[in-house]
């Protein structure tokens, strides 16, 4: 294979993004060649755009058998990822799909153990992970230079006004989505925190439910976790919250880092903590401490650079910025936050799989929410 053929599923927000780069010729030897959508208004706006350049389908396993392709990206809504990943995966396509991997975790594992039966290369657009700062903080934490984390908070608001929630009926709803801010805005920094700092062994999560919004799932949420070696966690995320803020804080042994504002500031103690602890006599005191403003090098490269690093290893064997195998790790702790919050009470990582999907499946037959759309077409540049 030279060139890697790409057909399109799903050609909403972030359908047409991918679709811009790959027409736009930023993905070497790669190329749109299909796309398909069950919605026939969006399949014109694809013919609009991109005219006989490209085949269209309403129907994604026609395009999978069509030859046209030989490989999928899959950006449709969230419960939509695995089986259209399973389908592709058994017909031989290489596939990447968008964030997050599933609703539950359940059905992300056996999406999981179908790639791990073919010799397609499965990614996942965790476009998060080009960014050089969070490389450069996993860098620190990776190479010891930190020592042992000892905890980390992560505030991270995504302010969406009622208008957001109103311009399609599949959006917070637990039929639709599966969930709120933790599944829909926050999978990227769920994937960077375990990816970084490791995952936690346990968690304690509160979710409020239409708190700032006529939604019935998640738009306010507060979790605290607990690792195995004793530190301990805390995620704070809204879509209620303007002006947002976004700051992450990492505690060490041998000092602290803070990112925020797009910096990377890591506060070294000359001396570990634990050493000086154990060896200063005084009353009060502490280690000497230096504020360093850590260089993280050049920009990120987006959801571009997932596209060319998947592209890539189909055609060369480089290795996955962004294995698909992974998207379980970020959706492990969103699936445990929202069940400790609907048990209220502590859960275990890995989550109860069964039990979760039990409460999940109350969650939609339950629901009373009926949702006010009112239609309109979305033109942001790659934000759900």
């Known amino acids: 294979m030279d060139k890697v053929k790409i057909g399109l599923v799903g050609f909403g927000n972030m359908g047409r993004?991918?679709?811009?780069?790959?027409?736009?010729?930023?993905?070497?030897?790669?190329?749109?060649?299909?796309?398909c959508d069950i919605e026939p208004e969006r399949l014109e706006k694809a013919k609009e755009m991109f005219g006989e350049k490209i085949k269209v389908f309403d129907n994604a396993e026609a395009m999978y058998e069509s030859n046209e392709v030989n490989a999928a990206v899959i950006a449709t809504p969230h419960y939509d990822h695995p089986p259209l990943a399973v389908k592709a995966l058994n017909m031989g396509l290489h596939t990447l799909i968008e964030k997050p991997a599933g609703v539950y975790t359940r059905q992300v594992r056996e999406m999981n153990e179908t790639a791990?039966?073919?010799?397609?290369?499965?990614?996942?657009?965790?476009?998060?992970?080009?960014?050089?700062?969070?490389?450069?903080?996993?860098?620190?934490?990776?190479?010891?230079?930190?020592?042992?984390?000892?905890?980390?908070?992560?505030?991270?608001?995504?302010?969406?006004p009622q208008s957001y929630y109103d311009s399609g009926g599949w959006r917070a709803t637990w039929a639709g989505e599966g969930g709120g801010v933790?599944?829909?805005?926050?999978?990227?920094?769920?994937?960077?925190?375990?990816?970084?700092?490791?995952?936690?062994s346990k968690v304690r999560g509160f979710c409020a439910?239409?708190?700032?919004?006529?939604?019935?799932?998640?738009?306010?949420?507060?979790a605290y976790v607990e690792y195995e070696n004793g530190a301990t966690g805390l995620f704070v995320s809204s879509t209620g919250m303007t002006p947002e803020t976004n700051r992450l804080e990492v505690m060490a042994d041998r000092g602290k880092v803070v990112i925020e504002k797009n910096e990377l500031i890591f506060y070294r103690n000359r001396i570990p903590e634990r050493q000086f602890n154990a060896e200063f006599k005084g009353g009060f005191g502490g280690p000497e401490n230096w504020v360093c403003k850590v260089p993280v090098g050049r920009d990120s490269?987006?959801?571009?650079?997932?596209?060319?690093?998947?592209?890539?290893?189909?055609?060369?064997?480089?290795?996955?910025?962004?294995?698909g195998e992974e998207g379980i790790k970020g959706l492990q702790i969103s699936n445990a936050i929202h069940l400790s919050s609907w048990l209220d009470k502590w859960v275990d990582i890995p989550v109860n799989e069964d039990l979760f999907y039990e409460k999940l499946q109350e969650k939609i037959k339950n629901s009373s929410f009926k949702k006010n759309v009112k239609k309109k077409e979305l033109d942001t540049k790659g934000t759900y």
């Open 209 to 222: 439910c239409g708190k700032y919004h006529n939604i019935e799932v998640d738009d306010d949420v507060t």
């Open 301 to 323: 490269s987006g959801h571009v650079g997932i596209l060319r690093n998947w592209v890539s290893a189909i055609l060369n064997g480089t290795g996955l910025l962004a294995p």
């Open 17 to 35: 993004e991918h679709a811009r780069s790959l027409m736009g010729n930023k993905v070497n030897n790669a190329e749109l060649a299909a796309v």
């Open 116 to 160: 791990a039966k073919t010799d397609k290369v499965f990614g996942i657009m965790y476009n998060q992970r080009t960014n050089p700062i969070y490389q450069k903080l996993r860098e620190l934490i990776k190479s010891g230079e930190l020592g042992d984390i000892k905890r980390t908070n992560w505030i991270i608001d995504w302010y969406r």
């Open 182 to 200: 933790l599944l829909n805005q926050d999978p990227h920094q769920l994937d960077l925190w375990q990816w970084m700092c490791g995952m936690p």
